[in-house]
């Protein structure tokens, strides 16, 4: 994993800049220039169906978008919001989950859709839980919700068709592939198909997407479960497919966070993420930072990535759609298991606000006068001072930990 200075060196070299710098470099433009054409899409990674999280989407009444109220601004606010869709959603024709072997209930398309999820890829070592009819069934259950599925479809021309998506005059390729199968019924092309990362279409079909679009994005089933770095294998395919055209490569799988990087072919500068990480499953609930080591929660650290993209006029006058801005948001999925509460609850947090309110309360409680105003009973106040401390520590372990295996220079403060 590259150094931070290193990462940063690459970031300045590449002409980005983190989010939050952004914001105050844009408010010295003059109003006289328009503004490129620019597009912002925010990336998360596995979104898991875990009994757990089911339970806990059915225990609240706003379902499974109060799993993670916190993104949804981001979400919302973005031009284009991804997700690897980890499971069937086949309630009519497949059976009920077990582990390892997941379905999703028919709630979850339009509450992915009202919680700004645009695109989301279906090629994945989970694609056949529900066999072939499950595959056709959570494609027309997306499809009812004008979600874009990519990677997987009701036969292989549809599975390996190109999906295009056009926002603030911007066309956007989508590339979906799968590197693992815990089952392949991949059988006939005229059945059910979920495409694998053979490596030779894949570099034609990233190529042809180059043809067709100002910006390709590859989203790539890949690596090895709870690795914290990728193998050789997956830099040197990263790299071919970004010689292909590849802009943005998005990878997932492991269930746990790996570098992000910059790759520069021919002056044209991609961002690869091999693994983003776990957006949401139960993944790691026993951990406490107290009583394991910090690798014990790796599982429920993840990222929200916010890249922006606009056009640039090129030194040689021609114009070209260049990534702008990278930055990584880290994110943590709350869970209470263990503890006496009667209802589950699973939830994802930005870990930045969580830790400034943190700091917030263990400042009042800690104050000779605001403390006891807040709570008078000194012994409850002594215990949730130090429930507050212990939580505030969990947040800083995570964020660190995000930001070390992310790169810091990617990685908003």
Same mark, same amino acid.
């Given at each position: ?55 806990? @989407? ?49 709630? !979850? ?16 070592? =989970? ?11 959570? !494609?027309?259950?997306?499809? @009812? ?17 190109? =999906? ?73 395919? @990263? ?12 990878? =997932?799988?492991? =269930? ?34 107290? !009583? ?93 001072? !130090? ?27």
């Amino acid at each position: 994993m590259s150094s931070p200075r290193r990462a940063g060196a690459a970031l300045a070299a590449a002409g980005l800049v983190l989010l939050a710098s952004a914001c105050r470099s844009r408010e010295k433009v003059g109003p006289s220039l328009p503004p490129p054409p620019r597009i912002r899409l925010v990336a998360v990674g596995d979104i898991l169906m875990h009994q757990d999280v089911k339970a806990a @989407a059915e225990a609240h009444p706003q379902g499974y978008p109060a799993l993670w109220e916190d993104l949804l601004p981001l979400f919302q606010g973005a031009d284009v919001a991804f997700g690897n869709l980890e499971t069937p959603i086949a309630p009519s024709t497949g059976r009920p989950g077990v582990p390892f072997q997941f379905n999703a209930p028919a709630t !979850l398309p339009a509450a992915l859709r009202a919680s700004g999820f645009t695109v989301l890829s279906t090629a994945n070592n =989970h694609a056949f839980d529900q066999g072939p009819r499950g595959v056709r069934e959570t !494609l027309e259950r997306l499809r @009812a919700e004008a979600l874009v599925a990519v990677g997987s479809g009701e036969d292989r021309p549809r599975a390996e068709a190109l =999906h295009v998506i056009e926002r603030q005059g911007l066309k956007v390729a989508f590339l979906g592939f799968t590197d693992l199968f815990n089952v392949d019924l991949n059988r006939r092309a005229t059945e059910p198909w979920v495409r694998p990362l053979d490596l030779e279409p894949a570099l034609a079909a990233v190529r042809a997407a180059r043809e067709r679009a100002d910006l390709v994005v590859v989203s790539v089933h890949w690596g090895n479960e709870y690795q914290r770095q990728p193998t050789k294998r997956q830099r040197e395919l @990263a790299r071919k497919l970004v010689e292909a055209g590849c802009d943005l490569l998005l990878g =997932h799988h492991p =269930h746990v966070l790996q570098p992000a990087e910059l790759l520069e072919v021919d002056g044209r500068k991609a961002l690869v993420v091999y693994s983003l990480g776990n957006f949401i499953s139960n993944q790691d609930r026993m951990y406490r930072a107290d !009583l394991f080591p910090v690798a014990g929660g790796d599982s429920r650290d993840g990222a929200a990535l916010q890249a922006v993209f606009e056009r640039r006029r090129q030194t040689d006058g021609r114009e070209r759609v260049v990534l702008a801005e990278a930055a990584f948001e880290p994110l943590w999925t709350e869970n209470n298991w263990g503890t006496p509460a009667t209802k589950r609850a699973i939830r994802v947090i930005r870990v930045a606000a969580a830790e400034a309110r943190a700091r917030a309360e263990v400042d009042r409680l800690s104050d000779p006068q605001e403390g006891p105003r807040a709570l008078p009973d000194e012994p409850l106040r002594r215990k949730t001072l !130090l429930e507050k401390q212990e939580y505030l520590r969990t947040l800083i372990l995570r964020r660190q930990r995000i930001a070390e295996t992310l790169g810091e220079a990617f990685v908003v403060r």
